[in-house]
């Protein structure tokens, strides 16, 4: 397994465990983002995503790395729009410690985003020259 695996998976599991602890602490901040959709609901289906991707990301497919590249070099967005809200350019989109914690997941996905770019640069998808 690669650094770049490593460091994805790592963020999927940091993202699922706080996701966890949103929905024990404040299921309410669920309803911002998912009304109509029960959070325990929401959490299995993101759960389930977080799953599916580990898989792929563990198996080396190469659509999964460029489809969690893009979404991770779009973590850019989520930090500017986290700074618009804190700025009163935009309306929060709920508690200032929820926006403050969707502005730094921006940040760990752009960082891990340009890493993704390096290492394909160096080595290949997922960080690798050669094989399977």
Known sequence: MTGIQLAVLAFFATVWVALGVILLAA????????????????????????????????????????LILVAFLAGALRIVASGLEFAGQLPL????????????????Q?????????????????????GP
């Open 27 to 66: 299921p309410d901040v669920y309803g911002l983002t998912a009304s109509a959709v029960p959070p325990i609901a929401f959490f299995a289906a993101i759960s389930l995503l977080i799953a599916f991707a580990a898989i792929g990301i563990v198996r080396r497919w190469r659509w999964v790395f460029w």
């Open 93 to 108: 989109d709920g508690p200032q410690w929820y926006v403050a914690l969707q502005g730094a997941i921006g940040v760990a």
């Open 110 to 130: 752009l960082a891990i985003g340009i890493a993704m770019v390096q290492g394909y640069r160096r080595a290949g998808i997922w960080g690798r020259v050669s």
